[in-house]
């Protein structure tokens, strides 16, 4: 029989706010470790257990990761890293090739760290415009650490470089196309995820044949 998979896709769109994991720690707690596969042809996670393997993954970054300021995943202190990683373990049997669930739960710690970052940058913009800089650098808000606000504030959002290079980023990333994101959004998803989960679906198959 052919193996069978559910695969997450991420997408950006207007949510509640981040997840506590509040659903994926009940289920761990009536279940025990929840089985998570991570093929070899996708090195990332699958299975009706992805998304709270993801949720977990994020309430771990949010939490435990202090220092925001960092560059990317990787620079984050393996003193940080090896107990969010065993805490992962813990509570989720992660099936696969040891390499390729190392790499994949890398990957969703970056995302997580850089969605993460992404949505305090915004509160923080909001509070600049509606109450100052100085406002906004030194009161984060409800639910924010003060310690992640003040390492943002102080290695990223006031850094010339750091901004320099996000302004830019944010201009090249849709100039060469004659519509807004909104416009790109609605003419071309409702073809291009069916278009992706049909290659994923294809390359199963071929792996299994």
């Not at 699958?46 to 560059?71: F, M, P």
């Not at 969703?108 to 100085?134: A, P």
């Amino acid at each position: 029989m052919s193996p069978k998979y559910v695969f997450v896709i991420e997408i950006n769109r207007p949510t509640r706010g981040p997840t506590r994991g509040i659903q994926a720690q009940q289920l761990i707690d009536k279940k025990g470790k929840l089985p998570v596969p991570i093929p070899q042809l996708f090195s990332a996670s699958v299975g009706k257990h992805a998304a709270q393997l993801a949720s977990r993954i994020g309430v771990e970054v949010r939490t435990h990761v202090i220092d925001l300021g960092v560059h990317m995943w990787k620079a984050v202190d393996e003193s940080v890293k090896a107990p969010i990683l065993q805490r992962i373990m813990d509570k989720f049997d992660l099936q696969g090739d040891p390499i390729d669930v190392e790499k994949a739960v890398a990957t969703q710690c970056g995302r997580r760290l850089s969605n993460h970052n992404f949505v305090l940058h915004k509160k923080y913009n909001k509070l600049k415009e509606t109450r100052g800089e100085e406002s906004a650098r030194n009161n984060p808000p409800a639910g924010v650490n003060p310690k992640q606000w003040t390492s943002l504030v102080t290695k990223k959002w006031t850094v010339p470089k750091w901004l320099e290079r996000s302004e830019k980023n944010t201009s090249n990333r849709f100039d060469f196309l004659p519509f807004s994101n909104a416009a790109f959004a609605a003419a071309f998803l409702p073809s291009f995820l069916p278009l992706c989960i049909l290659l994923l679906i294809l390359g199963a198959l071929c792996s299994a044949s």
